[in-house]
């Protein structure tokens, strides 16, 4: 008996009278309390549960796991179908076949199953009038194929600066190769695709495509140099990237450690200043080219891609010393040169 029918006769009216009022929200908001709330006087939201037999229930799931397994199977066709489409197809089937099972996800390592898959993609194959055999470079036109893209790879390797067609036609007329203009057409777009996969890029190296973003080898910030001096270059090169610069210029410094009567370093390796000949008439000014050699480094252009642009230049201006009769030409144009044309040709700035 409550205590509200305990002191009143008219208790259980009371207590009936104020069952009716419902609360506006839970008192407080711990979880069992919003529960406690929701079973008295919150409607139920949820669906009536389905009452199914086991036979049904297990029927359901197999048509669930069969429909995931089709649209899996039809994403793995259409990347197929996508490769196959391209100009130059290169794989075999199956090698397309696990190419997209690759790119889906898919781990099958049974090969009971990985033949039903390539079955199922073969089927839309020909359901859809594709011959991927026909698209598909001929095992006779692929080891000429392969033979002149080496060629051009390594052309582009040694930094030629060349058109790709007219690399292209220059190894053809080197070899006596003779080809028709769809094979020319899938022959071009073969050595673009091998290109790419071997991080050649063309465009830039040929002049095709000036504009291009700065490459990942771009040198992290290293420790700038704490000088003590009145200011003096404090905290604005690098002190390794410093020794570099001058190692590229002039030379290392011969070191011999220990007592030893042979230098470690090796003094013998071209440098800057080693290209000037005798009747040379450009100076060599350690302080005109410091600054672009340093930049360069910065950027991530190599050594030898900077001497050897540098011997190319020094021969340009004592040519031009020569033409106006100069006695001394001095390197400020050289060193103007040197920085445009590296990140020109190499670094495709």
């Given at each position: 008996m409550s205590l509200i029918t305990a002191l009143s006769p008219f208790g259980a009216n009371i207590q009936g009278a104020l069952g009716d009022l419902c609360p506006l929200s839970p008192l407080g908001n711990r979880p069992e309390d919003v529960q406690a709330w929701n079973k008295v006087y919150a409607e139920d939201q949820k669906p009536p549960k389905e009452d199914l037999s086991?036979?049904?229930r297990r029927?359901?799931?197999?048509?669930?796991?069969?429909?995931?397994?089709?649209n899996k199977w039809q994403w793995v066709t259409n990347m197929a179908l996508k490769y196959a489409e391209t100009d130059c197809p290169v794989k075999t089937f199956n090698e397309v076949v696990d190419w997209g099972m690759k790119k889906t996800g898919l781990n099958y390592k049974s090969s009971r199953t990985k033949a039903e898959l390539r079955a199922h993609v073969k089927e839309e194959f020909k359901n859809r009038g594709v011959d991927y055999n026909e698209r598909r470079l001929s095992a006779k036109a692929r080891p000429l194929f392969l033979l002149i893209?080496?060629?051009v790879a390594s052309h582009y390797e040694k930094h030629g600066n060349r058109k790709l067609e007219d690399v292209i036609a220059w190894v053809i007329e080197k070899k006596g190769y003779q080809f028709s203009e769809e094979e020319m057409a899938k022959l071009l777009c073969y050595v673009k695709y091998l290109l790419e996969r071997i991080s050649i890029d063309w465009?830039?190296?040929?002049?095709?495509?000036?504009?291009?973003s700065l490459p990942l080898c771009i040198r992290k910030k290293n420790k700038e140099i704490s000088s003590k001096t009145a200011g003096r270059g404090k905290g604005k090169y690098a002190p390794n990237l410093v020794k570099a610069v001058f190692a590229i210029l002039k030379g290392r410094v011969p070191w011999y450690p220990f007592g030893q009567?042979?230098?470690r370093n090796d003094?013998?390796?071209v440098t800057c200043k080693s290209l000037h000949y005798d009747n040379c008439k450009v100076l060599f000014s350690e302080k005109a080219l410091f600054r672009p050699v340093y930049e360069l480094l910065e950027l991530g252009a190599k050594v030898k891609d900077i001497v050897c642009e540098y011997g190319?230049?020094?021969?340009?201006?004592h040519g031009l010393a020569v033409d106006t009769e100069f006695s001394v030409w001095q390197p400020t144009g050289l060193a103007k040169e040197l920085k445009a044309n590296v990140c020109q040709k190499y670094l495709g700035l």
């Open positions: 086991w036979e049904e029927d359901r799931y197999n048509a669930k796991i069969v429909q995931e397994k089709t893209a080496n060629f465009e830039v190296l040929s002049g095709v495509k000036l504009q291009k009567k042979t230098s003094p013998n390796w190319i230049l020094l021969h340009k201006h």
